[in-house]
């Protein structure tokens, strides 16, 4: 299998709920637990792709552009954008579905 293939196999799609537990006094998710999900769905990735032991050594951006509000579904989908010889780099992005 090549790299390409790869890639395409190792793209990871999460579903959560959010449920009260997790927002904050606006009843929107709390922003930390954004960014955990989507550290755990950016491992998934990179472990689907290598194969391998990974951890999250840094993070280059995360735009808030939108609230995310209990009650919503949420989709993370995990992508590998670059590969290099000791690291891969995996755009996560985030979808909002109203149940």
């Known amino acids: 299998m090549n790299v390409d293939q790869k890639i395409d196999r190792s793209v990871t799609r999460v579903f959560k709920v959010v449920f ?3 927002t904050n006094h606006h ?3 709390f922003g930390g ?3 955990e999900m989507m550290d755990e769905v950016a491992f998934m990735t990179a472990t689907r792709f290598a194969r391998k ?3 999250t050594v840094s993070s ?3 735009d808030f552009k ?3 509000p209990s009650g919503t579904l949420v989709e993370l989908i995990g992508k590998i954008k670059q ?3 000791t690291s ?3 755009d996560v992005e985030i979808f909002i579905e109203d149940m």
């Open 66 to 68: 939108k609230p995310i």
């Open 83 to 85: 590969v290099g010889n």
């Open 20 to 22: 009260p537990n997790i």
């Open 88 to 90: 891969v780099k995996v």
């Open 60 to 62: 280059d951006r995360i």
């Open 27 to 29: 009843n929107t998710m």
């Open 53 to 55: 032991p990974f951890v």
């Open 33 to 35: 637990t954004v960014m």
